[in-house]
């Protein structure tokens, strides 16, 4: 995966972890690890697929903290620059392979994703 955007390669390699609207098939690939190459084509290290979930707005909101972005708009902005335009089908969620991840923030997602793949189906807690 090219991580063309500096901002949101240094915030992967910093926090371990990202958020990152794509196309492709990494649905297929969740639990894989693939290659992180940088802008300029070297490669930068491993990432593993963690999540891969359709991008929704509401996703985008829940995720913006971890896209290297301070702002959803800018995040799309980002995306769009990218994609001719228009937003990516995914959002795919990586954790850099070989590091621990803080465990209270991949916790934080977890229950992010079942909160809102719940409200998508229109669970009710009871």
């Known amino acids: 995966m090219i991580f063309k955007e500096e901002i949101v390669l240094n915030f992967f390699l910093e926090k371990r972890i990202v958020a990152t609207m794509r196309n492709g ?38 995720l913006v903290k971890y896209s290297g972005f301070p702002t959803v708009e800018q995040w799309e902005r980002a995306a769009r620059s990218l994609y001719k335009g228009k937003l990516p089908k995914f959002i795919v969620l990586l954790q850099l392979a070989g590091v621990d991840v803080n465990r209270e923030e991949f916790e934080e997602i977890n229950e992010i994703v079942y909160d809102v793949v719940r409200d998508e189906r229109g669970d009710d807690e009871t």
């Open 25 to 62: 098939r990494y649905g297929l690939m969740i639990g894989e690890r693939i290659d992180v190459v940088d802008g300029s084509g070297n490669l930068v290290g491993r990432a593993k697929v963690v999540a891969v979930l359709l991008n929704y707005p509401k996703f985008r909101r829940l």
